[in-house]
C-alpha cells in the first residue's frame, strides 16, 4: 500500500510540474507574441500627420526641405516596419538615428522649437537594446511633457553603465507630472500614446524583471530611466 501511494503521490507531482510547464511555455508564448507586436507598432497619429506635413512643404515650394522630409519619414517607416521587423534587439546608434529623424520630422512641423541633447559616449553605441524602447521615451516627451511648454524646449538622451546595469535615460524640461501621476502614467489602460507600461513589460520579458524603468518628476520635466541586462549576440 505504501509502495502505491507513494508511486500515486510521485504521479500527482510529474503531472503538476509538466502542467506548471506547460503553463509557462504558453505563457512565454503570449508574451513574446505581445513582444513582437509592441515592437513594432507604429503611432498611426505621427504618420498621418506626418504625411500632412508634405503637403504643407509642397505648398510652400520648399524642395530642399521636402525631399529631406521625405527621406527622413521614409527611414522611419523603413525602422518601424520594414527592415527591422524581425529584430527585437538594435545597436544604440541605431535608435539614436531615428529619434533624430523622428525629430526633424517632429521640428518640421512644428516650427523646429524642440531641441535634442544626445550625450552618449562613442563605447555605447555598439551596444545592443530593445528596438523601440527609447524612441517611445522621446515621443512621450514630445506629445505629453512639451505639449503645452511655453519658451524653450529640450530632450536630453544619455547613457551609462555600472557592474551590474546598463542605463538610458531621458529627460525633458516639460511641464511634469501633477501629483501622484507617476503610477497613473504606467497603467496599461491609461489612454495615452505610448504606453510606459508596454515598455516595462518588453524589458521584463527580455531581461527579467530586476530590470525596467523609473520614472521620476522632478522641478520641471520628466526623467525616465531604463536598466537593461547584457545581450549576447549570435
Known amino acids: 500500500f505504501l509502495c502505491t501511494l507513494v ?4 504521479m500527482l507531482y510529474t503531472r503538476q510540474r509538466e502542467k506548471e510547464q506547460e503553463i509557462e511555455r504558453l505563457r512565454f508564448e503570449n508574451l513574446q507574441s505581445r513582444c513582437d507586436a ?6 498611426p497619429h505621427f504618420f498621418f500627420n506626418s504625411l500632412n506635413g508634405i503637403s504643407s512643404l509642397i505648398r510652400k515650394k520648399n524642395d530642399e526641405n521636402t525631399l529631406t522630409y521625405v527621406n527622413q519619414l521614409s527611414d522611419i517607416f523603413r525602422y518601424n516596419i520594414m527592415g527591422n521587423i524581425d529584430k527585437q534587439f538594435v545597436r544604440l546608434a541605431e535608435e539614436i538615428d531615428h529619434i533624430k529623424n523622428y525629430m526633424y520630422i517632429v521640428n518640421i512641423r512644428r516650427g523646429g522649437d524642440i531641441h535634442l541633447d544626445i550625450h552618449v559616449e562613442e563605447q555605447y553605441l555598439d551596444r545592443q537594446i530593445p528596438k523601440l524602447s527609447l524612441q517611445p521615451l ?6 505629453h511633457g512639451l505639449k503645452n511648454k511655453r519658451g524653450e524646449k529640450f530632450i536630453s538622451i544619455s547613457a551609462w553603465q555600472d557592474e551590474n546595469y546598463f542605463y538610458l535615460e531621458t529627460a525633458d524640461n516639460g511641464t511634469g507630472f501633477e501629483e501622484g501621476a507617476v503610477l497613473e502614467y504606467k497603467k496599461e489602460e491609461k489612454h495615452l500614446s505610448i504606453g510606459l507600461k508596454n515598455i516595462e513589460d518588453r524589458i521584463h520579458y527580455l531581461y527579467g524583471h530586476e530590470y525596467g524603468l523609473e520614472v521620476k518628476n522632478p522641478n520641471a520635466g520628466v ?5 537593461c541586462g547584457s ?3 549570435d
Not at 509592441?38 to 503611432?43: F, H, R, Y
Not at 522621446?138 to 506629445?143: D, F
Not at 526623467?223 to 536598466?227: A, D, I, K, L, T
Request: glycine share 4%.
Open 7 to 10: 508511486g500515486y503521490i510521485s
Open 38 to 43: 509592441l515592437a513594432n507598432q507604429v503611432n
Open 138 to 143: 522621446v515621443e512621450n516627451s514630445v506629445e
Open 223 to 227: 526623467m525616465v530611466s531604463e536598466s
Open 231 to 233: 545581450v549576447q549576440m
